[in-house]
């Protein structure tokens, strides 16, 4: 990083190490860095000139002084420049001092740690000064924590500000030298943005190193303070006198708790009385208005009454919470009991008896913490609601006045929570010092824990480096004063096998949401489970793709990673892929053509069956035997192909019935004409008849033409089975053992006759529908 680099300079360094960067506008630096003093005054000559830089572009008169072609937006975003730099500069010196504090603060550090032999006092040391020692290096390592953390924020931010500046300076180069007065202008005007900048990276560059100073100097404390700690621990001694202590303590506290009830008590009475008067006045002013309507100001009064609401209730709770901490009081110093029955026993019995005491303490502290940690975000969320709510209103509203004081009661008790999660926290963490103080450790416990833990490590160190491996990498060149560089971005395989996480992660729920989309619309009726579900899988393979852009862009992997990918693919398409994309195309083609669809009725090639589903490769038709058989997409356009429910679902069908010529016509067509009617199966419309299709020896053909509908209700066959058995029973009962009804196969009808019904294309097979 470039903040590391840069640390170890002192205050003058970095300033000679910036000014580089101005190379276009400042002389040529001396061989030797400048002093601290030197560096801060010239700090004060650009601090002067940007203050004069910035009287002149707030000069009223100062539009018109501008050369021709420079406008008002150009000269604005010259003085903002001027009065940024102002600012920045200022900043500027304060870091410097800033920095240079941090840097004595850590020579007193290293003095003091140096320093330091042992206490004043002697031995024995009372306990609780080794439980003080303990809670300052707590401290002081959240301190450390927090400015490691920062270190890393202004580590980015000062890259950030340097590749800005590099842009900058870029641009500026850029620029004719020389020129007419615009020309001028606008390279003055890039100086002087150059220098803004210059003088944002010091201030960054300037609170990193005190911030490293500030590490360095936690890190000493807490080495004099491990120090301190084995030294007290080793003399320390945990007497009557000190248990004595401690409850005095403890009862001074209490003491403090009850008075603070007694305050709380007070201010519970009125706010009780109010509570009760407003409730009183909302009820009278609801009672006075009209049935129906609304009484001027019931919102005013129904918001006062929930203010005196709140304060009765806040002031309750505050009341339970220190009765609460009272409590608490008690368990610490019940605590501290057992902590020193532990210290003073003589068999392994009392100890663990004492060790379980302290244990189920701990439970109860820890129970306690969890209950009052969850209060808090509520009141948290209240207080952000009426901030909401009052930005919402104008201050002269009655309201602002009674949602300020609302805030103020919740701040209240926000206040209270948080004092007393942070006093069980506290407590919290001592207890568990002395739990794992007290908890037995064998020696061949240890070992094995010793054992395990650096098989632990090793292996983590293993993981870290395979996550770390670079399978490939990025460049990206640029200049920057004639001179080019190219800048690497490594591509780990962690970050690759991050990139596949999420990307599975996302994928996971986008198909758990399209399945219930999917179940709900197939469950309205509004799409049949098939067709939805080869939309789903199109939609899928769609989301895929844009799922695995969005992947890499938000993970920062660069597309380019992938390009060894694609030209594998293109290989892979020279050497057999054509036919998987042909297929590809074809059955997107196939779906949003829509002249085959999902549910449709075809014959291919002579196999005739259902489409249930139509791939990315291939579809899949069953036929009327419940085979289902894998067809290329592309056969769909390559070939002629059959959709018998492309327009509508309605066949027409032809049943032929043999009748002995001893029936009468007339009556044989009316009770054929009646089967037909009374099937349910049979569609209305087109409205069935019959006709007397041939006269053949002894037998009269009577031909019924009927239409029925593609579905998963209807077969062809029972129907016309059906037909067949009424026509039996109903001719029968007419001319009974004389008269046979048949299909027309069976009946072997003329010709002519056979000719004529396939000029009508009906179907006498069995139906594709199966």
């Given at each position: ?75 604005e ?34 003095e ?28 002081v ?23 800005e ?76 006198e ?11 506290r ?18 009780q ?37 709140e ?40 100890r ?20 009052s940690?969850?209060?808090i ?34 701040v209240e ?68 004063d ?14 690759l096998l ?26 309205r ?69 829509r ?81 037909v ?17 041939d ?19 209807t ?10 058995l ?45």
């Amino acid at each position: 990083m470039a903040c590391v680099a840069i640390l170890p300079q002192p205050a003058a360094a970095q300033v000679q190490t910036l000014k580089k960067v101005l190379e276009s506008q400042q002389p040529a630096a001396p061989a030797a860095a400048e002093k601290p003093d030197d560096a801060k005054a010239r700090l004060q000559q650009w601090l002067k000139e940007a203050r004069e830089a910035l009287a002149r572009f707030e000069d009223p008169a100062a539009a018109g002084s501008q050369p021709a072609g420079i406008t008002a937006a150009d000269l604005e975003e010259r003085r903002r420049d001027a009065e940024q730099t102002v600012i920045t500069i200022g900043r500027y010196l304060t870091t410097l001092d800033t920095a240079a504090a941090a840097g004595k603060a850590v020579q007193a550090a290293r003095e003091a740690g140096a320093a330091w032999v042992g206490f004043k006092e002697k031995p024995p040391y009372p306990i609780t000064m080794v439980d003080e020692l303990r809670n300052e290096q707590d401290a002081v390592r959240g301190k450390l924590a927090s400015h490691e953390s920062s270190l890393v924020v202004f580590q980015r931010t000062l890259d950030e500000v340097l590749a800005e500046t590099k842009a900058q300076e870029e641009a500026a180069n850029k620029l004719p030298v020389g020129g007419d007065d615009v020309a001028k202008w606008r390279m003055e005007a890039a100086r002087a943005k150059s220098r803004l900048l210059a003088a944002r990276a010091g201030v960054v560059q300037s609170n990193c190193e005190a911030v490293s100073y500030q590490i360095e100097v936690a890190k000493q404390e807490l080495a004099l303070l491990e120090r301190k700690i084995k030294a007290a621990k080793a003399g320390a001694s945990f007497s009557k006198e000190d248990l004595s202590k401690i409850e005095t303590a403890s009862d001074e506290r209490k003491n403090a708790y009850r008075k603070e009830l007694e305050a709380i008590a007070k201010r519970q009475k009125p706010a009780q009385a109010a509570r009760k008067q407003e409730r009183v006045a909302f009820d009278e002013l609801v009672a006075a208005a009209p049935v129906g309507t609304q009484p001027p100001g019931l919102e005013l009064a129904k918001l006062r009454m929930e203010v005196a609401d709140e304060r009765s209730d806040t002031l309750q709770t505050i009341s339970e919470s220190l009765e609460n901490h009272i409590q608490l009081e008690n368990l610490i110093f019940e605590a501290y009991q057992n902590r020193r029955a532990f210290l003073d026993a003589s068999d392994q019995v009392a100890r663990d008896k004492a060790l379980a005491s302290l244990n189920f303490l701990l439970d109860r502290i820890r129970a306690w913490e969890i209950f009052s940690g969850n209060e808090i975000p509520g009141v948290e969320a209240d207080i952000s609601r009426l901030d909401s709510r009052a930005a919402s209103i104008g201050a002269d509203d009655p309201r602002s006045a009674l949602l300020v004081e609302q805030r103020r009661v919740k701040v209240e008790k926000l206040a209270v929570f948080q004092r007393i999660l942070q006093g069980i926290v506290s407590q919290r963490k001592l207890l568990e010092r002395w739990v794992d103080d007290f908890t037995p450790k064998k020696e061949e416990k240890q070992d094995i824990y010793h054992g395990v833990s650096n098989l632990a490590s090793k292996s983590w160190a293993l993981v870290k480096s395979v996550w770390s491996f670079e399978v490939t990498h990025t460049e990206e060149k640029f200049e920057v004063d004639g001179q080019v560089f190219t800048k690497k971005t490594p591509v780990t395989l962690g970050e690759l096998l991050r990139a596949l996480f999420f990307f599975s992660i996302a994928y996971g729920l986008i198909a758990r949401i399209s399945k219930r989309i999917q179940r709900s619309v197939v469950g309205r009726g509004h799409i049949a489970d098939a067709q939805a579900k080869t939309l789903r899988n199109w939609a899928m393979i769609v989301v895929s793709v844009f799922l695995a852009i969005g992947t890499l862009s938000l993970l920062k992997i660069p597309i380019t990673v992938f390009a060894f990918s694609g030209g594998a693919l293109a290989i892979g398409q020279n050497f057999g892929s054509q036919t998987l994309i042909k297929n590809f195309i074809c059955g997107i083609i196939v779906l949003f053509e829509r002249k085959i669809r999902v549910g449709d009725i075809v014959d291919v090639g002579g196999l005739a069956g259902t489409v249930t589903e139509i791939n990315t490769r291939s579809s899949v038709l069953r036929g009327a035997d419940g085979k289902e058989t894998l067809i290329p997409n592309s056969y769909f356009l390559d070939n002629r192909i059959t959709n018998l429910t492309l327009s509508n679902r309605r066949v027409r069908r032809l049943l032929l019935v043999r009748v002995s010529v001893k029936a009468p016509v007339q009556m044989v067509v009316t009770i054929l004409k009646e089967c037909v009617e009374r099937h349910g199966l049979i569609l209305k419309d087109p409205t069935p008849f019959v006709t007397l299709e041939d006269i053949v020896e002894n037998a009269n053909i009577f031909g019924i033409y009927y239409w029925t509908e593609f579905n998963d209700k209807t077969n062809s066959d029972v129907v016309a089975s059906d037909l067949r058995l009424m026509a039996e029973k109903k001719i029968g009962e007419i001319i009974p053992q004389e008269i046979k009804a048949e299909d027309s196969a069976a009946a072997s009808p003329p010709t002519e006759t056979n000719a004529e019904a396939g000029n009508h294309g009906d179907l006498k097979s069995t139906p594709l529908d199966g």
